[in-house]
């Protein structure tokens, strides 16, 4: 089965600094898809930014990026200039790419980020 | 363009009832997938609904079951309430075609379980 690992609980960066939040997985297929999505205290999942795994270009979305390093099942985001507004809860997701359920997302536990002004 | 709503916003229900949960897809979606998010945790995901039938489900028992319409709306129904059903329940709706079909969540529904 597979599995999402967000190993920082909680981050901190100044408002128009970068931060870089982790996330790693674990799975035996080739072909998926691995998410960011944001969740502001209003609750509502919102996504960042995704990869395709076929894909090595790293996904790029204005202030945000990711570093996908395939080999070792790594999906970083990095949020440059900081704004208040990027403060929420910060998921990584998994998702097949193969039949089934479709709807199937893997979350992991989340990053909580703070920006401090 | 309406995104997807979800009702009640809160409820709170005690030990042992039924609840049924509301959600709304955004139009010209078919597809209905429900995730419970416990207290810090990530959203698990319940069930997934396609053309009204159930096409997926997580490791959830039959208590939790649920429904789609033909205008793609969904409720999910949870029979036999217990605390550790205390949580957040998002829906999201998309519409399928091919492999990927990115999700679009609603606000979701606190139930709360005493």
């Known amino acids: 089965a597979q599995t999402v690992t967000q190993s920082q609980p909680e981050m901190s960066v100044q408002e128009a600094e970068t931060v870089t939040l982790s996330c790693t997985y674990d799975t035996s297929e080739s072909d998926y898809y691995l998410f960011w999505y944001k969740q502001p205290p209003s609750r509502q999942m919102i996504l960042v930014i995704r990869?395709?795994?076929?894909?090595?270009q790293n996904a790029t979305e204005n202030r945000f990026s990711v570093n996908f390093q395939k080999a070792a099942k790594s999906f970083s985001l990095k949020i440059s200039d900081s704004q208040l507004g990027d403060a929420a809860m910060y998921f990584c997701?998994?998702?097949?790419?193969?039949?089934?359920?479709?709807?199937?997302?893997?979350f992991g536990k989340g990053t909580k980020l703070s920006v401090k002004p | 363009e309406t995104g997807v709503t979800q009702s009640p916003t809160h409820l709170i229900k005690t030990r042992g009832q039924q609840v049924t949960l509301r959600c709304s897809s955004q139009s010209g979606h078919n597809t209905v997938s429900w995730y419970q998010q416990a207290l810090g945790q990530g959203p698990q995901f319940i069930f997934q609904y396609y053309r009204e039938e159930e096409n997926g489900r997580g490791n959830f028992p039959p208590r939790f079951s649920g429904l789609q319409f033909p205008n793609y709306s969904s409720e999910l129904n949870v029979n036999a309430l217990e605390l550790d059903d205390s949580a957040l329940y998002l829906c999201?709706?998309?519409?399928?075609?091919?492999?990927?079909?990115?999700?679009?969540f609603g606000p979701g529904t606190r139930l709360t379980v005493l």
């Open positions: 999201a709706s998309s519409y399928r075609a091919g492999t990927y079909n990115e999700q679009f």
């Open positions: 997701a998994y998702r097949t790419s193969y039949g089934g359920s479709q709807g199937n997302l893997i």
């Open positions: 990869q395709e795994a076929y894909k090595q």
